[in-house]
C-alpha cells in the first residue's frame, strides 16, 4: 500500500464505452497527477492539479476528461476511446513539488480498449 | 530538442556486483533530479532525490550523481542482490515550482544470483 489508491486495477472497455478512473490519496499532498504510461515509452504527463486547480492539460485529447471535486480524490473520465490509449494510467501525488520531494504513485490502473 | 535519455539494454549484472545507470539529458537546467524504481505492473516508488548544487547523495547501497555540466546523473546500487532487480527512472523538474516532472523510458537491471 503506497498511500495512493487507484481503482479498478484492471479496466477492458469498449471504444463506444464511459468509464472513469478514480485515485484516492489521504497523505495531506495538494498536488495530483494523471500519468500515461505505454510500452517503451517514458511516463507522458496527462493533467495537473495543485490544490484542486488544474495547472497542466499537457495537450491530451478531449476523450480524456479529469476532475478533481477535493484535495484526496482525482478522477479520470473516459468516453469513446481509441485501442492506442491502451496503456497503464499512473496517479500520483505530491506535497509542493517546488521543495524537490518526490512522487507518490498508486499502482496503476491497466486500461485495454477493445 | 529536449530529452531524457537512459540506456534502454536491460543491465544484466553479477550478484554482489555494483550496478551503474546512466540518465542524461538535453537542453533543461533542472533543480532538482529524481529516481524511482519500478516492478512489472506497479507504480514507480521514489527513491532519490538530488539537488542541482549537490554532487552526491547516498542512501543506504544506493547512491547518485548529478554532473550538470556533463548534464548526467549516475545511480549505483552496491553489494547488488536479486531483490533489486526492477526498472529505474530517472525523472526531472525543467522548470523548478511547476509540479512536473518529465521522465526518462527506464533501465531495466537484473542481478543474476
Known amino acids: 500500500e503506497t498511500g495512493v489508491t487507484q481503482t479498478p486495477r484492471h479496466l477492458v472497455m469498449g471504444m463506444t464505452n464511459k468509464k472513469s478512473l478514480k485515485c484516492e490519496q489521504h497523505l495531506g499532498h495538494n498536488a495530483m497527477y494523471w500519468y500515461k504510461q505505454s510500452a517503451k515509452k517514458p511516463l507522458e504527463l496527462m493533467f495537473v492539479y495543485n490544490f484542486k486547480e488544474q495547472t497542466e492539460n499537457n495537450s491530451v485529447p478531449s476523450r480524456f476528461s479529469p476532475e478533481c471535486p477535493n484535495s484526496s480524490h482525482l478522477f479520470l473520465h473516459l468516453h469513446t476511446l481509441q485501442p492506442e490509449d491502451s496503456a497503464l494510467y499512473l496517479c500520483?501525488?505530491?506535497?509542493?513539488?517546488?521543495?524537490?520531494?518526490?512522487?507518490?504513485f498508486g499502482s496503476g490502473t491497466r486500461l485495454t480498449v477493445v | 530538442s529536449q530529452k531524457i535519455e537512459q540506456n534502454s539494454e536491460a543491465l544484466n549484472i553479477q550478484e554482489g556486483k555494483t550496478a551503474t545507470l546512466t540518465c542524461n539529458y538535453t537542453n533543461y537546467s533542472p533543480a532538482y533530479l529524481q529516481w524511482y524504481r519500478q516492478d512489472p505492473g506497479r507504480g514507480p516508488v521514489f527513491l532519490l532525490l538530488i539537488r542541482e548544487n549537490e554532487k552526491e547523495k547516498r542512501k543506504e547501497r544506493l547512491k547518485v550523481t548529478f554532473d550538470t555540466t556533463l548534464k548526467q546523473s549516475l545511480f549505483h546500487i552496491t553489494a547488488s542482490q536479486p531483490a533489486d532487480s526492477a526498472t529505474y527512472l530517472c525523472a526531472l523538474e525543467p522548470t523548478s515550482g511547476t509540479y512536473k516532472y518529465i521522465f526518462g523510458t527506464g533501465t531495466r537491471l537484473k542481478v543474476l544470483a
Open positions: 500520483a501525488s505530491s506535497q509542493d513539488s517546488s521543495q524537490g520531494r518526490g512522487y507518490t
